[in-house]
């Protein structure tokens, strides 16, 4: 359980830089993330999720 909450954590500091650091740049791509078409976002978001495990498998090995 105390895994999961440092990684939840991890995120929220992650999610939290853009928007801190510069603010307009965040917006702007937020703006433009929301012009894209739902199969686009998906492909992103599977992208992310795979790096991700893939990154998660190296480290916890």
């Known amino acids: 359980m105390s895994d999961l ?3 939840v954590c991890l995120v ?3 999610e939290g830089l853009l928007p801190f650091a510069s603010p307009s ?3 702007e791509a937020m ?3 929301a012009t894209l078409d ?3 976002l998906r492909t992103f ?3 992310c ?3 991700g495990l ?3 498998n190296f480290v916890k090995q």
Request: glycine share 8%.
């Open 12 to 14: 929220l500091i992650l």
């Open 54 to 56: 893939i990154l998660l």
């Open 25 to 27: 740049a965040w917006r």
């Open 5 to 7: 909450l440092t990684a």
């Open 49 to 51: 999720m795979l790096a």
């Open 45 to 47: 978001g599977g992208a």
């Open 31 to 33: 703006r433009q993330l």
């Open 38 to 40: 739902d199969k686009t």
